[in-house]
């Protein structure tokens, strides 16, 4: 078996035009991997939103990424405010976005339910003042 | 025919083996090997950034030379409409057409006539076909098709299914000489596109969605522009009135030269046109992350500005797009539209279909095996991307060693520091002194 595939990517914060970058990233060690251009496309449509979340919400953090045989798992974590009330956090639509975010075309409410529409598993760890770390993964199916 | 070919070559004579073009390409496809530059044929798209970065002319267009023109009985050119924004104070595009037939062809078919064909079409599917991917990719640059296939697999559904305006255009051209000429057969006609760029040159000899092409040779604009220049003078001096009425297309198919002119020619404002190939890597990398899904077309040039600033043109682009604006201004909309002679020339006869270049190998542990392997040698380069291994980035490096193509002495900065290893285990070795001669109370020399 070979050795599980560790990434580690440090998030920038208050710097939109980097926002995307780790997730452009892995999206390149994923095609190298050969894998299903379907599975890519979740892995990085999720991994963006939370990349995205971090910079505007949390100033930065870091994302680690794991690839075995059978999934890729994602643990974004951050020092930033917390999300006080998470099932509201997790309705399409709901944004706490201030208007020169959205009007960069960000904070549409789309983030966290992006999020669990394109991961298999999902959860969100927050305590208010103290930092969110956010769970995906996503299976691999028959690759 | 080669599965590979491309529409680029090497003067090794010229080429110094530098790091312009392997820094350039957008697939890195170049390494410099022996002194020389080589390209990966998989991995190469036609873009042409190496010809145009080449500061010593080693990296050289593929088409064919004028001469080719004797070849044939009866000669067909097809003009692109780039060709028109390449002359000073033209103000008739019937001087250019009828320029051609003074220079040796027979007969002239604008590909301007078969876009504006393209883009009838276009609208009729846009609106009729719903189950279409949203939204369309324009398949007309051949780069960019190129580039799609080997990076972007998810978009292949988005290309719209036509085949692009020169292929549409050498196979209506053709049909007419057939029915007016009867007597000639298939290798007496010669249909030869006068192109702005060298991926169109890859398109006609191995093209992608249909089996063969209908373009016999492809001529560079470049090439045949000083020609042109000398029979214009004579026919401009004739007057207006009595230059032979050739022209055949209005505004729409003479405005996909520029970026932009495919799109407009949509009807719709709901478009997204970009030009240069790492803004169209941007746009694909977003569509791909379903981040542009609210569009209903993207049009992509690889060259900026559009097939004007093709590598084979004279002019600067943007003067020709310029040029272009002037020309159109009092033509027609369009003047050609859609029939049912062109169903069987215009749709795709072949998908075009993924071809995983990138891929470190079939199995995927392996492939798991050999990302570990790379990142861990990538975690031992330098990262200055200095290209003095001959790849293009320590990323790149890094790949080729984990695909056996390089090794990570390579690197200078690597054999620099095996270097400095060799020197300190050549001070340990000097201070060496035998057994026999050596004192009782000496030190053991250390191990070598």
Redesign the interface.
Known sequence: MPKNLKLHYDISGEDYTRAGEASAQLKQVLRQLGLSSSIIRRVSIAMYEGEINMVIHANGGTIDVEIDSACVSLILKDTGPGISEIDLAMKEGYSTASESVRSMGFGAGMGLPNMRKHSDYMKIDSTPGVGTTVYMKIALGEE | MSKNLHSVTLDSEKCKGCINCIKRCPTQAIRVRNGKASIIDERCIDCGECIRVCRNHAKLPIYDPLSTLDKYKYKVALPAPALYGQFNYLDNIDIVLNALLSFGFDDVFEVAKAAEIVSDRTRTIMEEDKALPHPLISSACPAVVRLIRV????LLSHLLPLNAPIELAARMALARVQAARPDLSREEIGIIFISPCAAKVTATRNPLSTERSEVDAVFAIKDIYPHLLSFMKTIALTGDEDIPEVQGAGRMGISWCGSGGESTALLSENYLAADGIENVIKVL?DL???RLLELDFIELNACVAGCVGGILTVENPYVANTRIKKLRRFMPISLNHFTEAERGKIGWETPVR?D?V?????D??????K??R??EILDGLPGLDCGSCGAPTCATLA?DVVRGGAKESDCIFKLRDYVRGLVSDMNRLEGFIPPPFRAPDEPEPGQC
Do not use: I, N
Not at chain 2, 151 to 154: G, K, L, S, T, Y
Not at chain 2, 364 to 369: I, K, P, R, W
């Open positions: 990076r972007f697999p998810e990398e791909e992350d379903e993924f995983p990138l891929k470190l190998s079939s995927y542990s392996e492939a798991l095996e990302m570990q790379l990142k790949e």
